[in-house]
């Protein structure tokens, strides 16, 4: 009988979801691995060709992640075990009409949310729907419970991008 990683990565590779997927994982492994108190001023928003790009709260926390970037990298590559991450682009968002030089040091972005709490995210994503239900179904095996999670939402949320193409697919027709 095959292991249950063997067949979730057969289904990843079958389907082309696998870049996707780890990808969605190094954007959502970001708080875990950099912890506490940066994980509160700093966001991970998108990864795209080897880059993760993190919006933070004010210009001292992109320094503080600057000097920690290489770790960071390391530690997200090492969860996932693939160099996908090949460097971090933060950025802090400056109030309309005014540019960066013209900021104190101490400013802060007044629009930062606030930290996002697990169960906020939880409620987001419906849990019942069909893709929702196969995620759970495919990595249901994973014996780390915190992984299996993880997975099974990874999974669902690209099921449910590509079903999202594929309507705007046969409208386009």
């Known amino acids: 009988m095959e292991s249950v990683g063997h067949i979730v990565t057969g289904v990843l590779d079958e389907k082309g979801w696998r870049q996707k997927v780890l ?6 492994l970001f708080a875990e691995v950099v912890g506490e108190p940066l994980s509160h001023h700093t966001i991970a928003e998108r990864f795209q060709n080897g880059t993760l ?15 920690l970037e290489a ?56 849990v019942n729907d069909a893709a929702a239900i196969r995620g759970r179904e495919i990595a249901g095996e994973i014996e780390d419970e915190e992984m299996r999670d993880v997975m099974a939402r990874l999974i669902a949320s690209v099921m449910r991008a590509n079903e999202e193409r594929e309507k705007e697919r046969k409208t386009e027709k």
């Open 71 to 126: 770790r960071v990298i390391a530690r997200i590559n090492g969860r996932l075990r693939q160099p996908i991450v090949q460097k971090i682009r933060s950025s802090v968002t400056t109030p309309p009409g005014m540019t960066k030089s013209k900021l104190k040091n101490d400013w802060e972005d007044p629009t930062f949310p606030a930290a996002k709490k697990q169960e906020n995210l939880e409620k987001k994503i419906p």
């Open 53 to 67: 790009y993190v919006r933070a709260r004010s210009p001292q926390w992109i320094l503080e992640l600057h000097f």
């Open 23 to 28: 990808e969605k994982m190094a954007v959502e």
